[in-house]
């Protein structure tokens, strides 16, 4: 219809429609918090589901994780989990299979749950680590590998 129309197209600002206010993305946030009972789980769980904006809380005590979705600021759900006694922090973690070296220092933790390793950006292995040299030694891109055949 108008000038206001096509730079509708272009533009998108979601916003509240009650308030007029800009209206925080959907996210998922994870938090790992140390739980040792129900009492404690029920307690991190309440502290949260009231919160504007949450959608769906889920508490895996067994992991010791939270995880958070709705349209929130992760940081509030950090400090909402903090403020009920609980040393709380970000999910450190993320699957063993998303790592290229899984089992070296940087990425292996003992404490982690089966099947993750910690999220880590120097997760690489040592160039001169003596397992890359014995793969590399008889390797296919080798031209000098041995072919023993």
């Given at each position: 219809m108008g000038v206001l129309d096509k730079l509708s197209d272009y533009f998108s600002v979601s916003l509240s429609p009650t308030t007029g206010k800009k209206c925080k993305p959907m996210q998922t946030v994870e938090i790992k918090v140390k739980m040792d009972c129900d009492g404690c789980e029920r307690k991190v769980r309440n502290s949260v589901a009231y919160m504007k904006g949450v959608k769906e809380v889920e508490?895996?005590?067994k992991q010791?994780?939270?995880t958070v979705?709705?349209?929130i600021d992760r940081n509030r759900v950090l400090k909402k989990i903090q403020?009920?006694?609980k040393r709380a922090e970000?999910?450190?973690y993320i699957p063993y299979n998303l790592v290229?070296?899984?089992y070296i220092s940087q990425a292996y933790d003992k404490k982690a749950p089966a099947g993750y390793v910690k999220n880590s950006m120097q997760a690489l292995s040592t160039p001169n680590a003596m397992d890359e040299k014995l793969t590399n030694l008889f390797s296919d891109e080798n031209p000098n590998a041995c072919s023993i055949m």
């Open positions: 508490v895996n005590r010791s994780k939270v979705s709705g349209y403020n009920t006694g970000f999910w450190p290229a070296y899984p």
